[in-house]
């Protein structure tokens, strides 16, 4: 009884969450590095443990079965998928999980409605705290779905709009939200007023995200859970729990932060990218209806792939989503080993939405033992191209074409990019000239210091490789 009654009391279980604070913030450091980045995940899932743990020790704590059912269940879910997932493929499950924190933030808000007789009896903030949840949880849920769809090409990635419609339409679905809120903080009760808000979110919810271009995409979902992270904070609010409360502002506060990275990153506002229109998937012309008319691209083999790289006294190598999609770090890794055996000098160029998302390139170059001192961000890198004998692009697009500095006309144009137009000579390894999700032409192809190495990533590297070794 002695240990019940000191584990249930209020200051152990304040103590606790201090804790999972703590190791949630700690966690948050240790992502910031590939070396870290594992310890991290796993001291702020252990945070998280905590922070679940002490709330399952509040006096009154709910139905124990149906508790149980929803940890066997999440985890049978959340194990194999996150276990299982391609590395291309991690937008998708972030958007996934993302939606269903979301999901859960508004059915609360629901189910709250309805334990509490509408707020009645309830302080103001609690039902504003709760609406705002409901509201925002349910358009993170709908929109990390149609993001989801897009990224999974279930949906066509073009922006998918009502044309001059399309804004008057979210206008009036965010006006409808706000009225019924209203009317429910007024004094409200009739359950058909939640479930028209959270139907009006959920329509507003995929009305925005579905005009946006799959090339926004990434920078949608970091958006979205920014949003799962604040409507988490409000529900925490409303249900007087510190853990929601700090682990949703923790969630809020750094998908902001990653959202105007990302947008940064690609040299656009972030109401510019919610306003869509941007990587509709059909094919334009990158450097305008003229300038690329007439020109080719040059092919050329492994073998004298092979000979550039081996006679350069710098290769900088530049990944992107095509060495993902190939799994190609590890031929890449060997491919390195070799040419730094002779005496070159050898660099990754990283752009920071390589990939589509930040960080996608360090974790797989990391799994294949690149030493982290070789990864050079694009402002570090970009100085080091005018030197560079060789740069090998194996599979990045946008990231590195030229329209972004020397076109206006170009929709990339101002995107940071790197200058790899700048080497000596580039190989880019590609399976075709498709484009990438810009949906774009790539001038570098054009270039006539560009030679195009067509086929599977890994392949190709590897016979690179093999070829370099018979020099």
Excluded at 36 to 46: D, E, F, L
Excluded at 167 to 196: F, R, S, Y
Excluded at 318 to 339: D, I, S, T
Excluded at 348 to 371: F, K, S, T
Aim: hydrophobic share 50%.
């Amino acid at each position: 009884m002695i240990t019940a009654s000191f584990v249930q009391d209020p200051n152990f279980i304040r103590s606790a969450y201090i804790l999972a604070f703590g190791l949630f913030i700690v966690g948050l450091m240790g992502l910031r590095h590939p070396r870290t980045a594992v310890r991290g995940n796993w001291i702020a899932a252990a945070g998280m443990a905590i922070a679940i743990g002490a709330t399952l020790l509040i006096e009154g704590m709910g139905n124990w079965g149906l508790i149980a059912l929803g940890i066997v269940i999440g985890t049978v879910v959340g194990v194999p998928a996150a276990r299982n997932v391609r590395m291309t493929a991690m937008p998708q499950m972030v958007a996934l999980f993302n939606g269903v924190g979301g999901g859960a933030i508004a059915l609360i808000a629901w189910v709250e409605f309805r334990e509490t007789a509408g707020f009645a009896h309830e302080p103001l903030y609690v039902a504003i705290a709760s609406l705002f949840a409901a509201v925002v949880g349910s358009v993170s849920f709908w929109g990390s779905n149609i993001a989801f769809g897009k990224l999974q090409e279930i949906l066509p990635g073009r922006p998918i709009t009502l044309g001059r419609a399309q804004q008057v339409v979210n206008g009036a679905l965010l006006l409808t939200c706000v009225a019924l809120g209203v009317a429910i903080a007024a004094g409200g009760d009739d359950e058909i007023l939640i479930i028209g808000l959270l139907v009006a979110a959920a329509l507003l919810g995929n009305f925005v995200v579905l005009p946006i271009g799959g090339a926004d995409m990434p920078v949608v979902i970091s958006l979205l859970n920014a949003f799962t992270g604040l409507s988490a904070a409000a529900a925490g609010i409303a249900l007087n729990n510190v853990a929601m409360i700090v682990a949703g502002m923790l969630v809020g506060a750094s998908g902001s932060i990653l959202t105007k990275l990302m947008a940064d990153a690609m040299n656009r506002s972030i109401p510019n990218i919610v306003a869509g229109g941007f990587g509709g998937g059909g094919a334009v012309a990158g450097g305008g209806p003229a300038d690329l008319e007439g020109k080719t691209v040059k092919s050329t083999s492994a073998a004298d792939a092979a000979i550039q790289l081996s006679y350069a006294s710098q290769v900088v190598i530049v990944p992107g989503y095509g060495m993902a999609v190939a799994q190609a770090q590890h031929a890449v890794r060997e491919l390195a080993k070799e040419l730094e055996s002779r005496g070159i000098e050898v660099k990754y160029a990283i752009h920071p939405v390589a990939g589509r998302m930040p960080g996608h390139m360090n974790v797989l170059l990391a799994e294949a033992d690149v030493p982290y001192d070789q990864l050079k961000e694009m402002d570090e890198i970009n100085p080091e191209f005018p030197r560079t004998d060789v740069s090998l692009v194996i599979g990045a697009n946008d990231v590195t074409n030229p329209a972004a500095n020397s076109n206006p006309d170009s929709p990339i144009y101002g995107m940071p990019i790197l200058n790899v137009n700048e080497s000596g000579s580039v190989i880019v390894i590609k399976r075709s000239m498709n484009p990438g999700f810009a949906g774009i032409d790539n001038e570098l192809y054009y270039d006539e210091r560009t030679q195009m190495l067509f086929g599977d990533a890994k392949s190709a590297v590897g016979e690179i490789a093999e070829e370099v070794k018979g020099l």
